[in-house]
């Protein structure tokens, strides 16, 4: 039996508010809708994307029940291209109404986190060139340079005795990976 490594592709949500989700995800993430329509039981499905090669990355299905204060998703992950692509992230995410904003670093990405309006947690983040074994969380002060941001990240991770470059992590990865197939 081959094995099959899954990878994830999109993720749907519930919503209770379908036109302030989908005014907040276009106009924090960039996602467009692509498409939306009707589905069973008189839900209305809006998909969205940020990427030409994906249909849709985010779908937002009406219908969301009353969840008493617990919200069963995790998180959902973006990644983002540069620094100053989570700064205006981070800009966006607040001035439409996200709370709880908590910029991370975790030496192997740079991360914020924060609230929707609808409080499903978000992440936004980018790689970096290393690897430290995770957990692994410091404050990220988006106020400073790119280049201040990547010389103290390289700093703690290099404190930590499992550091590497990503590149050697993930030849790691691969013959493990490989070894396990």
Known sequence: ?????????????????RDRMEHFYANVLGLMITDQGEGRAGMHLTFMSGNPQNHHQLVLVTG??????F??????SFMVDTLGDLREVHKRALELGATEMRPISHGNAWSI????????????????????????????????????????????CRADPGFMPIEQFKQQMAAR???SA
């Open 71 to 76: 919200n069963p998703i995790q998180q959902m």
């Open 64 to 69: 969301r029940p009353d969840t008493s204060g």
């Open 1 to 17: 039996m081959a094995n099959i490594r899954a990878r994830l592709a999109h993720m749907g949500i519930y919503v209770h508010d």
């Open 113 to 156: 986190y924060f609230k929707d309006p609808e409080g499903n947690t978000v992440e936004a983040y980018l790689d970096t060139p290393f690897h430290v074994p995770q957990p692994h969380g410091k404050p990220l002060d988006l106020s400073k340079s790119d280049e201040q941001i990547v010389s103290e990240t390289e700093a703690a």
């Open 177 to 179: 990976l490989s070894a």
